[in-house]
């Protein structure tokens, strides 16, 4: 009986090794695509918001000096614009609504009181 020894891996367990990697490799990038769209349009969003934040700020001011808000802004690329609901001659309720892209946009009421 010849007794023969192994001092390394052989051609199949290599090409066996170097596929699961491979393919360990293409799905580790999809998800660092998904996570990256994710971030993305989270930052946007976020982005969104703070222009918004900005017209409500407007609106509080001109208000408080008589004035209607403004029906329509933009404001760092993005559109906002706004339904004005007058309850009295000191109170006002603004439904706004501010938009970024084709299919996404973001709403919120708002009450003006001077």
């Given at each position: 009986?010849?007794?023969h020894s192994s001092k390394g891996f052989s051609l199949v367990e290599t090409l066996v090794a170097s596929a699961l990697v491979a393919m360990w490799a293409v799905s580790s990038q999809q998800l660092l695509q998904i996570?990256?769209?994710?971030?993305?349009?989270?930052?946007?969003?976020?982005?969104?918001?703070?222009?918004?934040?900005?017209?409500?700020?407007?609106?509080?001011?001109?208000w408080r000096n008589g004035s209607p808000p403004r029906p329509e802004a933009?404001?760092?690329?993005?559109?906002?614009?706004?339904?004005?609901?007058?309850v009295n001659e000191n109170n006002v309720s603004v439904n706004t609504k501010v938009i970024w892209g084709e299919d996404n946009s973001y709403s919120l009421q708002i009450w003006l009181s001077r």
């Open positions: 009986m010849s007794h996570g990256l769209t994710a971030i993305e349009r989270a930052e946007r969003k976020a982005q969104a918001v703070e222009a918004l934040n900005s017209y409500i700020q407007d609106a509080h001011i001109a933009e404001i760092n690329g993005f559109l906002i614009s706004s339904i004005i609901n007058p």
